[in-house]
């Protein structure tokens, strides 16, 4: 009967676009260990840390070019966030994270699959708006009275490191105020409220020509390490590890050193 | 009658389930509230520094809305001049600006760069960064809350009171002290109420246009915002903080509301 | 002169002028829409005219030629209303109370003299009480206190009765009749009772201007247009004056003379429905006054029924007015005796 085969078509393509619907862990491949090597397929969703955007776009794109058949799928939030996200179960397959303190809550609560690899390093830079209104020089010049000096606050991983360059030089800066993500302390500088702003070298390169930025040497008495891993209970566990190693391929590293970061 | 009052089932079915839906993510939270530490949590520098920081502005912003908001209503309601309409438009715009582009806006208003912040710059006088900035952005965000709710209630009382009031030898002021604010008084109170509930959990213009500085600007969302990072627990306990004061607040202003209905205060 | 008053409103199609002297009260009658309440609005200040000029004591209320307007809180004129808009945030001592605080009379004075004025109107033992406790009486009388209490130069009244039940509508009436006793003031009303008891000139009004004023007893026992005879129901004809009666439309009829009026000059005559009678037959009596008239229609009053025609109306008993099968568009006759007829002039 017409009706009949009707039904039975829309219900074939319920399910195919149900199947296609699916949440990104699911692949179109049926559960069967990819025994081969030729020709990796699946997508997998990355959570990575927010300083990490620009950088892992572009290894997305390069990977999934390299990889037809594959799609990587980006998340990019404060590491914190991420982690919070992971730990209540959130779909994800891989995780970077901006500091190791973070990693360890994942890995902590057993959700990593095997060790994570350390893939680059960030170390802090003066950031100040065009023209260098206040004239700082060096780092002993946030500490200055006049000046209005924007940090991280001291609860994330970009604070932690301002703190410990201040312990370490005996330089205390009194900032007018204390940002919850780095994004944040680069927005103050580039708009001009902020006369200095202490962010990463990373930041400063993506800002371009929005800000100046003041290396100094004492940056390297807080090095920040940024982790990644392989998470468990992925539904596309050799694309996963396969991106993984992608980052800390020579192209990957690469990447990574164009945009700022440090290898590690 | 039975408890429904009247009440189609279907439709108080579908008013439990919006009930809980607000309800449900409350009392998840409140499960994972550590209470073993909760009272040290709450008790350190850092949070009363923010809740007493918190309430100062929200006061501060509250009173500023009543200070400006009223006139408003008043115009509004009262007033007929051409582009009333798009004038009101306007003023409920914090309303549906998302708070981050309203404290961007703030800030190219009155930053170091802005509009009238560069002027206010020469004369010495600098609001980034500083306490009057919160407040700022609380008035902001809180001001449309006030007006909404008084304008309302102004066109519900009317004019004819006010005309017998000057007829009886009532200047506009006296009339605005004696008639009008009185008999709207309830709207105020709960406007004013409102307004300072979310001025309370202003979040996104605070913290894109006054920065976060223990005890001069980061406010209690502020620091929930910050503790998130490092200690969830806090967070947790210092949200619950917030939301039993929001109760309070809101359950006074409901209070208030309709107590404030003495003698039949709008008929 | 207290009140000299002439405006002009283009919209509403308002334009009039008349004067109020000291110590009068003016009654304002007239159909839904004649200005009536656009005329009040205009001497209290809560409307501007498109032209015109009003002074009060000599002191100007409005004058449009020199641009002048003084606003409703300085005029020193009082307003009633239907609803005695009792301020419900205050109790009733605060409100009569309100008009002498405005002036800025020190509390403890305003409230002994609101006493005083509330034991004027009777209505000392509800000083405490709050509106919304009232019935519609005891609020309009405190309303009439709230007004006199300011000391207004002028009281308006916008059909004070009108909201209230039958029964309390007298007490109110004689309350106002004694307070208005010496003070200048505007009464609009749809009701020629209230007319008689309080205004000394009546007004009538129709559609933006003045068609009749004069003496209250004048205007309203010797009406000389349809709309102020049918506010006092009265039958009207007009004419011209004859040696004996009035002739009016080709007839003639006799009637007596209330006043000196000139044999040809124009004339009014008046009769009332209960001296008409009504038949399907010419009527006998060649000394009284008959007329031919088409039914219009019937109204019911109380224990009679109205029997209208075009220009006649006469109450007839519903026995008589089914014996004589009556019914819109029958022809029948009204007779009244010359007696009944009163003429004046037109």
Redesign the interface.
């Known amino acids: 009967m017409k009706t009949t085969t009707a039904s039975a078509a829309l219900f074939l393509a319920l399910g195919l676009a149900l199947a296609g619907c699916a949440s990104n862990a699911e692949t179109a491949e049926p559960a069967e260990p990819s025994a081969t090597t030729d020709a990796l397929e699946g997508t997998i969703t990355v959570f990575a840390a927010a300083s990490l955007k620009g950088t892992f776009t572009e290894l997305a794109d390069d990977f999934e070019a390299a990889n037809p058949g594959t799609t990587v799928e980006l998340n990019f939030a404060g590491s914190s966030d991420l982690v919070t996200q992971i730990t209540e179960g959130a779909p994800a397959d891989v995780f970077a994270s901006a500091d190791e303190k973070n990693m360890a809550k994942v890995t902590d609560a057993a959700l990593a699959e095997g060790e994570p690899v350390d893939f680059a390093t960030n170390v802090l830079e003066i950031a100040v708006p065009p023209g260098n209104p206040a004239g700082i020089e060096s780092f002993a010049d946030l500490a200055g009275s006049d000046a209005k000096v924007v940090v991280c606050a001291p609860a994330v991983p970009c604070g932690a490191a301002t703190a410990a360059v201040e312990t370490a030089t005996g330089v205390d800066i009194t900032p007018v105020s204390e940002e919850s993500s780095v994004t944040d302390v680069l927005g103050k500088v580039v708009s001009g409220e902020a006369d200095a702003g202490l962010v990463y070298v990373t930041d400063v390169i993506a800002a371009g020509d929005a800000v100046e930025g003041i290396e100094f040497d004492e940056s390297d008495e807080a090095v920040n390490t940024y982790p990644v891993v392989a998470l468990k209970d992925s539904a596309a566990p050799d694309v996963a590890q396969a991106f993984v190693d992608y980052i800390a391929s020579e192209a990957g590293q690469k990447v990574l050193a164009d945009a700022g970061f440090g290898t590690p | 009658m039975t408890v429904l009052g009247g009440v189609p089932r279907w439709v108080a079915a579908l008013a439990a389930l919006g009930a809980l839906f607000v309800v449900l993510p409350l009392a998840a939270m409140i499960t994972r509230v550590n209470w073993a530490e909760f009272l040290p949590l709450i008790t350190s520098e850092s949070s009363v520094a923010a809740l007493l920081l918190s309430l100062r502005t929200s006061l501060a912003a509250t009173a500023l809305c009543v200070v400006f908001g009223v006139p408003m209503a008043l115009v509004l309601a009262r007033a007929r001049f051409r582009g009333q309409k798009i004038l009101r438009a306007l003023v409920l715009l914090p309303l549906v600006l998302p708070p981050v582009v309203g404290g961007i806006a703030l800030?190219y208003t009155f930053?170091?760069?802005g509009l009238i912040g560069q002027s206010l710059e020469v004369l010495g006088v600098t609001i980034?960064?500083s306490t009057t900035a919160v407040v700022l952005a609380q008035t902001f965000v809180a001001l449309p809350f006030l007006v909404l709710s008084l304008e309302g209630a102004l066109r519900t009382v009317g004019t004819?009171?006010e005309?017998?009031?000057?007829?009886?030898?009532?200047?506009?002021t006296?009339?605005l002290r004696?008639?009008t604010l009185?008999?709207v008084?309830p709207a105020l109170l709960s406007g004013a109420v409102l307004s300072f509930a979310r001025a309370l959990g202003e979040f996104g213009a605070t913290?894109?246009f006054?920065?976060?500085?223990?005890g001069t600007?980061?406010t209690l969302p502020?620091e929930i915002?910050?503790?998130?990072?490092?200690s969830?627990d806090t967070a947790v306990a210092l949200s619950l903080v917030l939301v039993v004061v929001a109760v309070i607040v809101v359950g006074f202003a409901h209070q208030a509301g309709s107590s404030g209905l003495?003698?039949?205060?709008?008929? | 002169m207290t009140l000299s008053f002439e405006a002009r409103v283009a919209d509403r199609g308002f334009d009039l002028s008349f004067d109020v002297a000291p110590g009068e009260t003016v009654a304002v009658l007239g159909p839904n829409g004649a200005g009536k309440s656009t005329l009040l609005n205009l001497v209290a200040g809560l409307v501007r005219p498109d032209a015109g000029r009003a002074t009060l004591d000599g002191e100007v209320l409005f004058d449009t030629a020199a641009g002048a307007f003084a606003a409703p809180h300085i005029r020193g004129i009082s307003m009633l209303a239907q609803d005695a808009l009792l301020f419900p945030h205050l109790s009733v001592l605060e409100n009569v109370a309100f008009g002498p605080r405005s002036a800025g009379v020190r509390a403890s004075v305003a409230r002994s003299a609101a006493r005083d004025w509330l034991a004027e109107v009777d209505a000392l033992d509800l000083a405490e009480r709050r509106p919304a406790q009232l019935s519609g009486g005891q609020a309009q009388r405190i309303a009439v206190a709230r007004a006199l209490a300011s000391e207004p130069r002028l009281l308006l009244l916008d059909e004070p009765m009108a909201a209230l039940d039958v029964s309390v509508a007298p007490a109110i009436r004689r309350t106002l009749r004694r307070v208005l006793e010496d003070r200048a003031a505007i009464v609009v009303t749809h009701d020629i009772l209230d007319a008689f008891t309080l205004a000394d000139r009546v007004l009538v009004l129709d559609a933006g201007g003045i068609v009749d004023e004069g003496a209250t007893r004048e205007v309203l026992e010797r009406p000389r247009i349809r709309f102020t005879a049918g506010l006092a129901g009265l039958n009207l004809l007009t004419g011209v004056r004859t040696a004996e009666g009035l002739l009016t439309d080709g007839v003639e009829l006799r009637g007596a003379a209330v006043e000196a009026v000139a044999i040809g000059a124009p004339a009014a005559a008046s009769v009332r429905p209960s001296a008409v009678q009504v038949s399907l037959l010419p009527p006998p009596d060649p000394a009284g006054n008959r007329l031919r008239g088409i039914v219009r229609d019937l109204e019911p009053r109380g224990d009679l029924v109205r029997v209208r025609a075009e220009g006649l109306s006469a109450d007839v008993t519903p026995a008589r007015a089914a014996e004589l099968d009556l019914a819109s568009g029958t022809p029948v006759w009204f007779a009244f005796p010359a007696a009944a007829l009163s003429v004046y002039g037109g």
Request: charged share 20%.
């Open positions: 800030l930053g170091r760069r980034a960064f004819r009171y005309a017998v009031g000057a007829t009886l030898g009532a200047g506009p006296t009339v004696r008639i009185p008999l008084f913290l894109t006054a920065g976060s500085l223990q600007t980061r502020l915002y910050l503790q998130r990072e490092t969830p003495r003698g039949g205060a709008i008929r």
